[in-house]
């Protein structure tokens, strides 16, 4: 059990290039902390310089208060799961989770005690004999963690240790995962680059791009109020629609149509000295089909547009309909090309996609309506990626 | 099915040919160790009289006796030094990043396809001047030299397919790094290096060119060049028999070790050469 | 955003474990390579420098006290014998004949290990034996083979042949025993390039229309090509410098002597070092000039050299 705090954590190599950048955080006693973003945005390497694996170029890193900087990763009692899971291969299973406690020189009864316990925990009572390359990835997977509960150390550290495998396992592990931080309420940090793992497993987020930490909340937090286009393209699966908007007096003329602006819109948009262009996002949940909205009840959307749809996708619960706007225009945003990166490649038209109800009878090539509310719009300042609407920002 | 029947054996015929390609000529040597001299020379395959006084009798030749000595010995103190030396080296390069890494690996590999006889002529004099010809270290200095391109080379292979995460997750288990090394690295390094050490000694234990001009009696010369020098017991008595059981106990020994190992040798012999 | 455009180290961060920095790493690399570079260097490198020095000497043991520079009177010497280019061409004419032979007949055999449905350890294991024999063993073996009378093959020639007295069919034999004892690694360094051919590849081929000819000319040649290249530089350089079979089945007799063999007699039996060591340096240069060819003509790939590696 530790408080982790990263003061200012910099990593940079030796040919000049920085990996991470003035990393603050300080995380609570059994805190399930996720570090998310794309590849290369230096989430490992800030993993790798908690574990003690590569060094911190400058600041500090203190767990329960004291200062690790130069302590052997024996020195710090953290354990790892390593994407690859690091098994070793000449080892059984029950040697490979004795491993540590071998190496801390545990008495023989005490550590097959602790091995067996670890076993029924992570169900593997009945593989303890078998070696690693006896065994399928969910297993393990498994002795990883196996490995990395044995000694009950001060915090995990799990390097994106589902990634290897396929999707409905990682599901399951994910719930596996979860159940086991909550039982043992170990402080973990956990990497990975799937914003849907990050959304279903962490009490907060990281969110890191090119080694500057983004964002860092709930994942509600950081659902709800990006703090910039970056953020918000990344969290949220479909992604949030981005559109060019410009301001006409109390309205923003989109290619939705007007939206009309409310107060505090218009004072966010004027402390920030009223930029005309803009970057309009919306969460494709946002949009309703507007026949299926007017036979049940209002619901406060009142904006309305039309247009013709693409491509349906039915996904049983809800439907996904995409549209293409020809007449949008193009955005030109660093932020917003690298937050739409994962998303399409092709910036030429801009593509919308809704999430509507299941009963919706949308089809393909048909002229639809869809609805939204101006509430559920976010106002992106296009240079800096800004987001103007956010309300005070929870985190300094 | 017919069809399969006939699958099977058309593959059983190819295998039979590349089994009599590959063995016929050790049985023929096999043979001729074990025909006395009555029927040495009857040019049958088989013998029709069997006979061990071959193997008894180069048993009784000091000077085969003593090769034999030297080849063992002058193999495994060059296969060790070339070994430690090359496992290094091979480290440093599967594993770090340094300039002229590829000096080194392109020294080694003109090492390899350099032609021996090139160094024969000049240590044959260099030797003789520093009082190294005709000794072990005479020999095992170029044994050496010969050895350590493929060491490395193999070595190399061998390491860069080692999962080196696991020293981290040794680090992370609490392991110092002489731990983590003699736990977890040195055990899944040691095929390799038994593999490695192999092929080294097959080199050392092989040369023929070095063993006869760079020594001048029994002192350091290899069974090999042993053989080479087998005259027959008497001016009237032929040769050829313990010659062949001379060829026969040098062989068999290298050929059950390779035979043993086969997977791992096949896999080290093709490492260096299907990566590049 | 410029702060950082460094891309995350990969799943490999192990390199970068000890990060002391570059510089601890190099040293340690150059440490840890220096006793080797050192051996290689102290046994080929002076030696190398000498028998250049003595390649421009008079220099015979038996005449010590008339030595002296003669600068490339050596060199005119020997590239005006007819000796030397007569084992000059023998050392051609068997390195090319045995190259050729080994890469079909070791294709050949890298297909049988790779494709064969029964005993495949059994072929890999057999075909292990000559590699795993000593040469000289195997020359004896080969000359009692052939000797009239003990020989078995012998006995299939027309009687009072004796075949390892005369040039050609002496030659023949050394090819015969070069073949044998090296196809096998010819034939792994092959099955380990026909590892490479993507089963899938073969499939889609044979999908396109493609019989197993052409699937084996138009798939898996190309994709072999490589290792193909690579295992023929080798056995070149190495068929190049035969010494043991000639050695012990003609001793050079009838015109069978290659270089190797010819500047070892004129070292140990004339001892002549000024013209044994011309002779080892015109071998070397040769070899240089054959592994020039094809690392730059034929764009041969030497393992390690390439880029690909790590």
Not at chain 3, 84 to 110: C, N, P, R
């Amino acid at each position: 059990m530790a408080e982790i705090v990263l003061d200012g954590v910099t990593k940079r190599f030796p040919d000049g290039t920085v990996a991470v950048h003035s990393f603050d955080l300080t995380i609570a006693d059994g805190e399930f902390i996720i570090l998310v973003g794309p590849s290369g945005c230096g989430k490992s390497t800030t993993l790798n310089m908690i574990a003690g694996l590569e060094d911190i170029s400058d600041g500090e890193l203190r767990i329960d208060g004291e200062r690790m900087n130069e302590r052997a990763p024996r020195d710090r009692d953290i354990a790892m799961v390593f994407q690859s899971y690091a098994l070793y291969p000449h080892m059984t299973v029950r040697e490979n989770i004795g491993f540590p406690l071998r190496l801390a020189k545990l008495g023989k009864a005490e550590a097959d005690r602790r091995i067996e316990e670890a076993a029924r925990i992570l169900d593997l009572d009945e593989l303890l004999d078998r070696r690693p390359a006896n065994l399928s990835g969910g297993q393990r997977q498994r002795v990883a963690m196996g490995r990395a509960i044995v000694r009950d150390p001060k915090a995990f550290l799990m390097d994106e240790p589902l990634s290897n495998l396929d999707a409905k396992l990682r599901v399951q592990m994910r719930t596996v995962i979860s159940r086991l931080q909550d039982r043992l309420g170990t402080t973990t940090v956990y990497v990975t680059h799937d914003q849907t793992e990050a959304m279903t497993l962490g009490d907060r987020i990281v969110l890191m791009r090119k080694g500057v930490v983004q964002q860092v909340g709930s994942p509600e937090e950081l659902y709800r109020h990006p703090r910039n286009l970056f953020v918000a393209g990344f969290i949220g699966s479909p992604s949030m629609n981005f559109l060019p908007a410009r301001v006409e007096g109390a309205r923003l003329h989109t290619v939705l149509g007007d939206v009309p602006l409310g107060d505090r819109m218009r004072r966010a948009l004027a402390d920030h000295g009223d930029p005309a262009e803009l970057i309009m996002g919306i969460r494709p949940e946002a949009f309703e089909d507007a026949h299926l909205v007017r036979e049940t009840a209002a619901t406060g959307r009142d904006l309305t547009f039309t247009g013709t749809a693409g491509i349906v996708e039915s996904l049983g619960a809800e439907k996904y309909v995409y549209l293409d706007l020809e007449e949008a225009g193009t955005i030109e945003s660093e932020h917003l090309a690298e937050a739409l990166q994962a998303d399409t490649g092709d910036r030429s038209r801009v593509q919308l996609v809704a999430r509507v109800d299941a009963r919706s009878e949308i089809r393909e090539k048909q002229r639809i309506e869809l609805e939204f509310s101006p509430d559920d719009i976010d106002l992106f300042e296009p240079g800096s990626g800004l987001n103007l609407t956010v309300r005070a920002p929870a985190h300094a | 099915m017919e069809a399969d029947r006939r699958v099977v054996a058309r593959w059983g015929a190819i295998n039979l040919l590349v089994l009599l390609y590959a063995l016929v000529p050790v049985l023929w040597i096999a043979s001729l160790s074990f025909k006395d001299p009555a029927t040495i020379t009857d040019g049958h395959f088989v013998p029709r009289s069997w006979t061990l006084d071959n193997y008894k009798g180069i048993f009784k030749n000091d000077d085969f006796v003593r090769g034999l000595v030297n080849s063992i010995g002058i193999g495994l103190i060059s296969t060790v030094i070339a070994i430690l030396v090359g496992t290094m080296a091979a480290y440093a390069v599967a594993r770090l990043d340094f300039p002229g890494k590829s000096l080194v690996l392109g020294f080694s590999l003109l090492i390899a396809m350099f032609p021996q006889i090139s160094l024969v002529t000049p240590l044959f004099q260099i030797w003789r001047g520093i009082g190294l010809f005709n000794t072990w270290p005479g020999l095992i200095l170029p044994y050496i030299t010969f050895a350590l391109p493929l060491t490395i080379y193999t070595l190399s292979t061998f390491f860069r397919e080692i999962p080196w995460d696991l020293e981290k997750a040794a680090k992370m288990d609490g392991a110092t790094p002489f731990q983590a090394f003699r736990l977890v690295i040195a055990p899944l390094a040691a095929p390799g290096v038994v593999t490695t050490a192999i092929l080294a000694f097959i080199v050392c234990w092989n040369d023929f060119l070095f063993a006869i001009s760079l020594t001048s009696s029994s002192a350091a010369r290899t069974a090999p060049a042993t053989i080479s020098f087998f005259t027959g017991s008497s001016q009237f008595e032929d040769p050829t028999g313990s010659i062949a059981a001379a060829a026969m106990v040098i062989t068999v020994p290298i050929v059950v070790f390779v035979l043993f190992f086969q997977r791992r040798i096949v896999s080290g012999l093709t490492s260096g050469a299907v990566k590049g | 955003m410029t702060t950082a455009t460094r891309a995350e180290p990969p799943a490999d961060p192990g390199r970068r474990a000890q990060s002391e920095g570059k510089r601890s790493e190099r040293n340690l690399g150059w440490w840890l390579c220096a006793p080797a570079a050192l051996v290689m260097l102290l046994v080929t490198g002076w030696p190398i420098v000498y028998s250049v020095l003595l390649s421009l000497q008079r220099y015979d043991l038996r005449f010590p006290d008339r030595r002296g520079w003669v600068w490339l009177e050596n060199y005119v010497t020997v590239l005006t014998s007819p000796f030397w280019w007569q084992a000059f061409g023998v050392t051609m004419v068997i390195t090319v004949i045995s190259v050729v032979l080994e890469l079909v007949l070791g294709m050949a055999i890298a297909l049988v290990m790779y494709r064969t449905l029964l005993g495949r350890g059994l072929m890999r294991t057999a075909v292990l034996v000559p590699y795993g024999i000593v040469t000289v063993a195997a020359a004896f073996g080969w000359r009692y083979a052939w000797t009239p009378g003990t020989g078995w093959l012998a006995g299939l020639l027309p009687a009072g042949d004796a075949p390892l007295t005369q040039q050609w069919p002496a030659i023949f034999i050394i090819i015969l025993a070069e073949v044998w004892k090296t196809t096998p690694f010819m034939a792994l360094l092959l099955m380990a390039g026909l590892a490479l051919v993507p089963e899938d590849a073969l499939k889609a081929a044979a999908m396109d229309g493609a019989g197993p000819w052409q699937r084996f000319r138009m798939i898996t040649l190309p994709l072999m090509k490589p290792a193909i290249l690579a295992a023929l530089l080798f056995r070149t350089l190495d068929a190049f410098r035969i010494f043991d079979n000639i050695y012990i089945l003609t001793n050079g007799a009838q015109g069978t002597s290659s270089v190797s063999v010819i500047a070892y007699h004129n070292l140990i039996g004339g001892l002549n070092l000024g013209i044994g060591s011309t002779m080892s340096v015109l071998i070397f240069v040769t070899v240089a000039v054959i592994a020039f060819v094809f690392v730059k003509g034929l764009g041969t790939s030497t393992p390690g050299q390439s880029g690909g590696r790590r």
